[in-house]
């Protein structure tokens, strides 16, 4: 299916997917290496990577070469900041919550506990301040950041016996990064943070009790069906996970300006195509999960996501008192989501509520 984006100004024209480009492909001035922390082509993540990728050349008539690695084949899943900081590679691909070690804010432009849903994000980043705090603190590192993709909401995660009170997460080990690992961890739980190319053996071997991932689409493709039995709803650690691009600065501020604007726009059409791609794949992956495979769906109870819930706010809240950078990203996060709780109420949520009432 050729998916067409249109970028304006900077001399760029209309560019496609997969469809190649009317004009001859120049010589790369620049070839630059992409590490990521997904799995080489792994469905929605990994070949998010490989579009935008393929988006940089195409829209750059050729004039930046972007080679994909996978985890592991240059840099392990967890080294792709360090890696690129340095200028081991060019660019990087994964998401900031795994670099929680090098400033806990970094949280905030991945996906927080209870918080901003992938469209509401996108309206912080773009619209709200939050993409020029992300620029400030990444510019510490020697990084540009830009946003290449969203999940939407995930999935509560893959368990192999129910959780029917708060009780059930003690002692549970289970897979879980950033926030959500921490309000696990206040809640009696052990979480671990492990790269997707480690989750099914270590669901399968009891070395984890539990893990979550992402939803039905990338569920699937990893067969965690075949590893654990109940599959919980809703993903309250993670309600629209932003995916990133990083870019070493030296390298970024020396490419020409023209260049400079191909490269944050073809981030900003993948980051939108990445979250229509799951809203459309995640249905179907899930009837096939229900249907061919007999997974058990069930939603968190009541009481267990009133307790979570109370632990993520005391969570972001320490988060915020670490340092005045966290403060400031933190104050900027929830004015943009009290904000959209109130307009969200009126209009998703008051839509879904009356669609779901009048079809019965």
Known sequence: MQ??????????????????????????????????????????????????????????????????????????????????????????????????????????????????TGQEMNGWLYYGGGMELWQELYAGFGLVPAAAGNTGVQMGGWFNKEINSVDDLKGLKMRIPGLGGEVLRRAGGTPVNLPGGELFTSLQSGAIDATEWVGPYNDLAFGLYKAAKYYYYPGWHEPGTTLEAMVNKEVFDALPDDLQAIVLNACKVVNQDMLAEYTARNPTALQTLLDEHEVELRKYPDDVLVKLREIANEVVAEIAEKDAFSRKTYASYQKFLTNSKEWSAISDLAYLKARDQLSG
Request: aromatic content about 12%; glycine content about 14%.
């Open 3 to 116: 998916r067409r984006a249109f970028l304006q100004g900077a001399g760029a024209a209309t560019v496609a997917f997969g469809a190649g480009v009317g004009t001859a492909q120049a010589k790369p001035d620049h070839k630059w290496k992409m590490v990521t922390t997904w799995p080489k082509n792994f469905p929605g993540l990994g070949t998010g990577a490989n579009k935008l990728a393929e988006l940089i050349g195409q829209m750059s008539g050729g004039r930046i070469e972007v080679k994909v690695y996978g985890a592991r084949e240059l840099v392990p899943a967890f080294e792709v900041f360090d890696a690129v900081s340095r200028g081991t590679a060019e660019m990087g691909h994964g998401s900031a919550y795994y670099w929680k070690g090098k400033s806990e804010a970094a949280q905030f432009f991945s996906s927080v506990p209870f918080g901003l």
